[in-house]
């Protein structure tokens, strides 16, 4: 299939900014209502969501020359 005949199903952007808004959450609510302590579940799932996430969302984007 040529480039310029490329149909696009659906973009992976709003992912990536689903996945910033996440982990963005996350750290803000373990910053304000937990000790230091308790941030290490914050702090694992704000890596995963936000890293892998936008990672995964970028890759994508990427492959397919979704360019915003």
Known sequence: ????????????I?????ALSIATF??????IFQ???AWAPYFTMALLFGGVGEF???MWAFAYRNRL
Do not use: N
Not at 1 to 12: F, G, L, N, R
């Open 14 to 18: 709003p992912f990536g900014l689903t």
């Open 35 to 37: 000790s230091r302590t």
């Open 56 to 58: 995964l969302a970028g």
């Open 1 to 12: 299939m040529p480039d310029d005949k490329v149909e696009y199903a659906a973009s992976i």
């Open 26 to 31: 996350l750290m803000g609510f373990a910053t």
